[in-house]
């Protein structure tokens, strides 16, 4: 990438004999919002901590717009951080906290450079009626909005965002994830959002970070991390419901499962081994050979996922919605082989 | 006569806020009911009623024909599981599982082989001899389910209690207690507010908003024949179209189809990519319309597109109060 808002190179951090972070290497684009995706404990927090200047790493080096960044204090940084939990001052009134970070000690900012700020932010962020309100008032969604405002209102260089819509109720989530992308590109300014949920990560993001254990496992744009992932790991972090994987060994010029179902023909030696993933959707319902027994329908709404046992394997499958089919019943599962990814070895 | 009836349940609070505002539901034996809502709307309310944690204002409730609006919790043979895992600290993971089940006089062997089994189907086999505070949130939340469904009490009453889990075993957990639900027969009242989990484990949905009862039915009734606009845009990821005019015209996601005839015109607002689909946002002179379309189809904001609507799919509500036009 030439020219990168934010460049982390092999950044390490332990706690003790905690390995938080293992040789990071990443980049984030300068109007480009980039989720950094992993389970709890993956060392999200810690990145992000490490990159805003709250933890300074034991090696490698953090470059922002060409200058190293390394040592420098969190002000000197100049980057929004917010957090899963709404840190707002609760007697104070939505102004008050909006302007807060505008009177910090170092800021230049005018009053009328303020008054505009508030209002811009606010108007941003649809929450112009309650700026009289005081925070304890605000419903999760509006504590929400402001926290965020409060952030773009310095109109920092990078904003980091933990987690931030993880304690808001499902629907809330869905509106604001949206919201979040296009304020984002409204504002130009590089995101670096940091969550567990994949929906969440394969919406939103212009590349997903996969982080692992403190080690980027890939990085890649929400479709290439979705269709070609690097390893069943992150294959498995993508998706819901997950990705099917089984073991598969190439007889007879085709791949088959230890049950001994016959998948599609493989481009491998004979006796090579390997773990196929093939994502719930691209299983065809009918049209296989081998039988499978319905174990369990999930009504989604806009469709059904189907459990199914596949001579003895776990198979998910996507029916559609109109579908008749029952626990008990039997489908006869194919799948297409440019779908399914190939992982060798055993 | 079914097997849990609650008839004409109030709370009203010493404020004056009407929590639950007369609620009438039959449960039957072994039935899996999902009472779905936002904050506020008093699932969690009639949750405690039933479990007897709260008093009615008016109203009871019966179980097996008997009315238990006024008995203790522990009267009434309930098995509970709530969003915060209530573990003893002090005892052991096996010890805490075990509780329930020397509580109610089980041989030592009978408790053993109890807890051994329900501890392996939660993936919680090596966890026993630790003790809650070792154990991370998840395992916490694990324990304090497999304390609830050692035991086959009358009914099990849970209280979000996926709520503090990562998504990823959120779902294995909903398995989990769909299967052992199924094996057990147990009557289940479940509280959440994720339509997609109430959907997922729910033989009926119990929709609620601001104390009403808006609709019962089963996952299919109220997703596809929703008896009014708050059920329409609150259950569905994401909720159901409107389009305002003389009838609202609502219209879900994966029912808007892009067609160069299509009746509707729109900007593209945002393209949304979801792994196995993508959901199109389309800003149109009736308003924001978003549609379900195929991974391959490619809309960047800011192009010109139109799409019609499945007729057949089309459900209509009164503009003023919302409710289903039929």
Redesign the interface.
Known sequence: MSNPAIALRGVTKSFGSVRALQGVDMEVGSDELVVVLGPTGAGKTTLLRTIVGLETPDAGSIVMAGTDITCLSPPARDMALVFQNFSLYPEWTVRRNLEFPLRAPGRTETRSDIEERIKWAADMLGITHLLNRRAVQLSGGEMQRVTIGRAIVRRPKLFLLDEPLTNLDAKLRERLRVELAVLRRKLGTPMIFVTHDQAEALSMADRIVVLSEGAVLQTGTPEDVYRRPASPTVALQLGQPAINILDATVKDGKWLTSAGVSLFPADAAEGEQARIGIRPEDVALSDGDSPATVKVVENMGAEKIILADWQGDDIHAVAPKSTSLKPGDTIHPAICPETAVIWPGP | MSFIELDNLRMVYPDGTEAVKGSTIAIEEGEFVVLLG??GCGKTTTLRMIAGLEVPTAGTVKMAGRDVTRLSPSRRDVGFVFQFYALYPHLSVRENIAFPLRAAGESDAAVREAVDRVSQRLGLGEQLSRFPPQL???DQQRVSLARAMVRRPAVYLMDEPLGTL???QR?AMR?FI??QQQELKVATIYVT????EA??LADRIVVMDRGDICQVGT??QI??DPANRFVAE??????MNFMAGPEVVGI???HIIPADAGQVEGTV??N??????R?V?LDTSAGRLVF?AA?GFHAEPGAKLKVELEEEHVCRFNPENGDRIR
């Open positions: 936002p904050s991370s949130g998840g990562d998504s990823d779902l398995e769909r299967e507010h994720d339509q997609e959907m997922s996952p299919t997703y596809d609150f259950v569905g990821s994401p909720g879900r996601p994966e607002a945002m949304e990519y979801m792994g196995s689909h959901f946002h379900r991974t």
